[in-house]
């Protein structure tokens, strides 16, 4: 009777755990595969999870972020999804390459040409991003996740340090510092670099020739001169 008890016990508090837990694996998140740095270009993962039993997941609305616009976004395509790419013109235009850009990306949406996401499985949505902003550590992407029963979660709370994670908290793609080669201006340094250690290599190279050929054309005058004294000396003796 006891030990029945216990199991009971057990069972219930370990169905309690995968409720409480449940909630942190089905939010709509954000990842790179990679790095995503800041000033560089990265492919980053909208993963989004079916909460429901009931009803498949038929749409999905990335909002970019309008505080930080990003220049260049491009949507994989996604076997059984329409997509759809919304621009506005931007306050501020940004400069990308040497060019003034005067409109951004600020949303992408997705729509199942089927069955969407059923319950029990996952989608990822790709977006190559780029430039990454290089004044933040970190873009809040808002997200609205629609089923096929009509329901629309709003994934669009944003979380605060210091504080218990929201509800419906909005994916955070974390940015990492900026590398040295994201446009190139490191590898153009280490370019620079090896061109000057050449020319100074061959530089001094240049300089120790000279001055071996220089040693050597005083040796053999100098050998010359002694034996022209001596032959002098001979001759003067003979006569």
Known sequence: ????????????????VLTLSAPAFAHVSVQPEGTAA?????????????ERDNAS??????????????ASVMPQPVPGWKVEVTKAKLDKPLTMHGEKIDEAVTKVTWTADGKGVEPGYFQKFPLSLGA????????VFKAIQTYSNKEVVRWIE??????DEPENPAPVLELSAATDDHHGSGAAEKTAEKTEKTAAADSGSGS????????????????AGVAYGVLAGRRRTTA
Do not use: C, W
């Open 38 to 50: 800041k000033g560089g270009y990265a492919v980053v993962d909208f993963k989004v999870p079916n």
């Open 208 to 223: 120790d020739t000279t001055a071996r050929v220089l040693g050597v054309v005083g040796i053999v005058i100098g050998v």
């Open 1 to 16: 009777m006891k030990a029945s008890r216990i199991a009971a016990a057990a069972a219930v508090a370990g169905t309690a």
């Open 132 to 139: 990454l902003p290089e004044n933040t550590d970190e873009l």
């Open 57 to 70: 997941t038929t749409k999905v609305e990335v909002n970019l972020p309008a505080d930080h616009p990003i």
């Open 158 to 163: 944003v979380p605060q340090e210091g504080q």
